[in-house]
């Protein structure tokens, strides 16, 4: 069952819960992911809406921006993607604002890599020494592409790099058709364990279990988080699938001034 897996640890400051990672990342690394709680966004997107792109109040997205700087003290604006569902991985400090690309990345202090999902998974990497940073959204299109492996590459060694899989969609909910299936299992059959039938044509997707198989495969060891399921927890996450009409949580990551 998925809430029996390791959870991240629960703060609430300034009135927002926030989930912090369950790895030994190096002190100079700080990271966190958003729940919808608190906030000032209401209807459809109760709670801390972090999104501009869903319909939602401008002016409350961006008090709940406000809100999330405050609470974790970030040491500048986070560096908002424009996601696709592909595989770019933006370097930071990008040359251009509005960045098309679904990963973000940075070897520079100060810069806050974020990604924002509402099922889709987020994933948040680091190395042992605390010299790179990365997010990464990882729907399931983005994962069978390669997002996970474009942003490793930016990293000079995969088995030095830590990786922590924040809240999706769980197991028990994330059903899908033939085409997700085969999408996987063409690029690696044995991903076929992540698939439990469910109807004629539908299965059941372990989206936690595909981002490890395929960090595994390309060399990450200290795999860490995973097992909340933003369907089946209304009060805590967002959720697309759940409710078309919705906001979205961010995962953020960024390096510390060591001076």
């Known amino acids: 069952m998925p809430h029996s897996l390791p959870r991240a640890a629960r703060s609430t400051t300034m009135g927002i819960e926030l ?12 990271a966190a992911s958003t729940t919808r709680a608190g906030g000032q966004s209401l209807g459809g997107w109760s709670g801390l809406n972090l999104a501009t792109h869903v319909g939602d109040d401008p002016l409350h997205v961006a008090a709940n ?21 592909g595989t770019r991985v933006c370097e930071l400090p990008a040359s251009t604002a509005d960045c098309v690309a679904d990963a973000a990345s940075s070897v520079a202090e100060g810069e806050v890599c974020v990604v924002m999902t509402a099922d889709c998974l987020p994933v948040l990497f680091t190395d ?9 959204h990882a729907g399931w299109r983005g994962l069978a592409a ?9 990293f000079d060694d995969p ?22 299936l085969h999408a996987f299992v063409a690029h690696d059959p044995s991903s076929a364990d992540a698939f439990v ?7 059941l997707a372990d989206i936690y279990a595909l981002a490890r198989r395929r960090l595994r495969t390309a060399g990450v060891t200290r795999v860490y988080g995973g097992g909340r399921c933003t369907y089946s927890e209304p ?5 697309f699938r759940r409710e078309r009409i919705t906001g979205r949580m961010a995962s953020l990551i960024w390096l510390e001034s060591r001076h």
């Open 197 to 203: 039938a469910n109807r004629p044509g539908h299965w």
């Open 235 to 239: 009060e805590h996450f967002y959720s």
């Open 65 to 85: 921006r406000r809100l999330l700087a405050g609470a974790l003290d970030l040491p500048h604006e986070p560096n908002w993607l424009n996601q696709v569902h």
């Open 146 to 154: 390669g997002v996970l492996e474009a942003t490793l590459a930016r």
């Open 159 to 180: 088995a030095q790099v830590l990786a922590w899989l924040g809240p999706a969609i769980g197991p028990q909910a994330f059903e899908v058709g033939d085409e997700v």
């Open 19 to 30: 989930l912090r990672p369950d790895w030994p990342a190096p002190p100079s690394v700080r």
């Open 128 to 136: 042992l020494h605390g010299s790179r940073v990365a997010a990464a």
